[in-house]
């Protein structure tokens, strides 16, 4: 959970596939960034990764899944471009809405934690 | 959530208290094996930890919260040994509770994205 209190609790939540991580964190907000920007290479910019580390997430994810969460649109006026398929958009919100409830289910166990904590300097 | 299945959803929970893991998977893992063998060496030594990192997981977690969750019995026939404290055994429960909650209420959606990944090699 993200927030600016000096003691907080963290989920993550991670899809494996084999040995490989078909999605997480860092693959949601890429996904997320694509579907904003509709460019990979954009994305990449604003989440501050290489084109080439943001091109092999996206390929990691579209080999994982049945069909791709991600296409490029070839030609057109805008050339170019990438952006989520229907699978794409509806994995990005099946994953945040795991968070949300992993999250919201663990509150009261973490207020008990919390209570327990000193305050950090 | 640990299974022999190919695709899994794995949930990772930290507690954090400014820079420092205060409790997290590897943590209450420690915990757990100290409470089982009754000494922070038996415990290192079954989870493959070398000895000291398993004391500074301990100092970690000691100094992280209002009281210590692990103590030491000096001397009597034993000697040394360490076991839990009550606040201990109560966030080592609390922790639990957290994964096992957080990993019920995101089945639903976790249905939704396993039966779009393709079966692993």
Redo the contacts between chains.
Sequence with gaps: MKTKE?????????????D?I??GPGKVSLLEEIDRSGSISKAALNLGLSYRRAWNLVDTMN?????CLVTSATGGKKGGGAYLTP?GL??TK??R??EK??????QE??K??KR???Q??
Tied chains: 1, 2.
Excluded at 6 to 18: D, Y
Excluded at 63 to 67: I, L
Excluded at 101 to 106: D, G, T
């Design positions: 000096k003691v907080h609790c963290l989920t993550r939540i991670r899809i494996l596939s084999g490989q078909a999605l080999k994982n899944f049945k069909s699978l509806k994995m099946a994953y809405s795991m409830k992993a999250e919201e289910s663990l166990n973490w008990t934690i327990s904590l000193k950090p300097d």
